[in-house]
């Protein structure tokens, strides 16, 4: 961690001495950084790669890489990762040049088609071969997508964290509880890719914004790396006089974070703080000691910055790494529901199938969630007693009313010889 | 018959009994026993109350029959505290020197003791003891009385014994409500290690034992000032609960079986040896091994020493202890503790004696009554300095008169 003397003024365009590329992938990762369009982005190339000629052609990226054999007929990959795997092999030279010369790929995918699937272990891949740092930042399909979707995005998800320094991956199924059951489908896709580019924003000012207390690429990578694990992120922003409880509130609600229970799970956070120019150290210090009050097991990355543009305005980034094996994905999906949705609409020039921030929740709600993660928590707490085995009760005998004597995890009230397994008889 | 002021009593809640003792502190400051009031103890589980209606009526007849024996009113004691909440540690308090001429002065010393107590301590906690080990000026260690010398900096080390306040407070509270006043609270360890440890004891390094029925409470001297303290909520009721498990008997019976055949080391004559108990008609009910009896015995006596010895270890005051090991309390009465003791933690191991008080001494040399007798004979020393006769207990310093007015 390094302090600069003085407030640097923060310019998006200047910042950035490393060149990044963002990398979208598939009909969902061309659409997503189609949104990425502003003045913000503008230190990165953006690159477009897709088996798809038309999701290209409306594309407003700076490169666009079509890949195409006759194999499909221009067809794309019909939702078959396989094809879309052997199709990005057969095409690696290209994607490897399209990779060169950047320090940082930031690979982004919607996974269950086959051009997301398929071809994002293989560019990242060959994005580590160049020499870049590679992070890629992906979303997993909706339940109602059906069984192979999911498959495929899983397999894909695994094949990705084998060679990225770094994935951030967000299962779209949270989205549900960010939006409004009668939403169109339209609007949710919609609605949902600009959640999603919130959170990349937060990412982006997290690697671009020189920070007072900065966090290097390293950290993140660090935080996301070698964890065999599901990181998830949130990005929240507020502003007046009582954002910072304002934002403590809303990561606590968050969605993405299952309403801060992946915050009391989580054993890596990084947490990244973006103010104006008003930002005081009250208010870093208030919401860094309610995010380490909730996830006091996880070792904890912190960064802030002052960004003049952002006014009165304080956004907060969060990336909580946990160590489970198993991400929670279908178990089993509702039927194969693949209609328009699953196969064509999920990767269709709306569809992005991700989500992060803010959600837009009422004050009941609100408490309603608190109260829920407070009632958690306390419930989380007893897990981490030891239990006794239900075979091997031993009464307390004298000391059944009093406070047990725990010696270093050991309840010494129970008869030594018992603890020590000498038999009697 | 008695100056009132001269009149001492320190009052002990015990696990299984309560104990006044009351001294006279003659005119050269000797303490001397005069009397002796026990009860047996029923509403106390682990050193603490469990029972206040119960423990008032105990606390009642114990402090009648100490007054009866010693023909005096008690109206003040001192009592003795201990539970599984007590706990100690050893805290550094700085202060730099700011007068002109770098004199060290009377203020910078009662500064530099305020800060070694300004400690971190959870809000529910108080402490009960911060005494004085030694006080550092410019780094330079091992000094007694800093007044009057020249330096820059002066440091103090401190052991500070804190507790839970409102535990503490029940036992306060329920003496009080007996229309006694409590002078001071005092850990028991601490005064079992007053009644033992000759000032040689603790300048050549020494430890207390004293396992009472619910606690162990320990203290380390070394160089003549306690290093370290401790209390376990482990003690002889745990020994009479396991033998009432391993052996299948009630608990009265366990409890007197210890007493009877109990012993800290299996003895190899026992090997095979079975009693037969009976019941009130004398017919047999149930036979029991003595050798399962004293196994089960030794084996939660040989874990008590072990996680005391554990703890020394973590403290790094093993080779302090040059004086070795006494043990006191009624856990000392156990046939070969102290040869187990021996064993475990490595150096000699002897009985406490209570040889620093005159008075009914062989009534009163017991390890049970060498608590009452510590806090009597801190109470001693208390109002012995408050004579300002002498400063024996200098490092003692009590902070507690404003926790028991509350």
Redesign the interface.
Known sequence: MNTSPEIPAAQPESSPARILKIIGVGDAGVSLINTLDTVEFAGATRVAINTDGLSLASSSAEVKIHLETKLMRGMGTGGDAERGQSLAEEQFSTLKMACSGADVVLIIAGLGGGAGSGISPVLARAARETGALVLAFVTLPFLCEGNRRSKQAQLSLEQIKAVADGVICLPSQKAFKLIDENTSLLDMFRQTGGLLVEGLRGIWQLLTRPGLIQIHFDDLCALVRNRHSESSFAFVEASGAGRSREIVEKLITHPLLDEGRALTDSDAVLVSLVGGTDLTMAEVNRVMEHISRHCEHAQIIMGAAVDAALKNRLSVTVIASKNVAAPELPAAPAGDLVGPVGSRGGMGSVGVRATPPAPSFSLEQREQALSKSAGRSRRAAPKMRQEQLPLAIVSRGRFDKSEPTVHKGEDLDIPTFVRRGVAMN | MFDESSIIVGLEIGTSKICAVVGEQGADGALNIVGLGQARSRGV??G?I?DAALVEEDVRNAIVEAEKMADVEIRSVYLGVSG?HIRGFNNRGVHPVVSADREISRDDVGDVVKNAKAINLPAENTIIHAVRQHFLVDGHGGITDPVGMLGARIEVDMHVVHGNTNRLQNAIRLVKGLQLKVEEIVSSGLASSLALLTSDQKELGALVIDIGAGTTDYVVYADGVIKHTGV???GG??V???L????KVP?SRAEKLKLEHGSALVDEAMTGRTLTLTNEHGLPLKTV?VE?LQ??MS??L??LFQ?IAADLESAGLVDYLRAGVFLCGGGARVPQVAALAERILQMPVSIGQTNSISGLKSALDQPEFVTAIGLAKFGSLKSRRADGKTSLVQGIKSTLHGFLRR
């Open positions: 589980r682990k603490e469990a599984a376990l909520a482990v009721d745990h009479s609960n396991d009432g498990h391993g052996l608990l091994n399962h196994r089960i084996l939660r040989e874990e996680i």
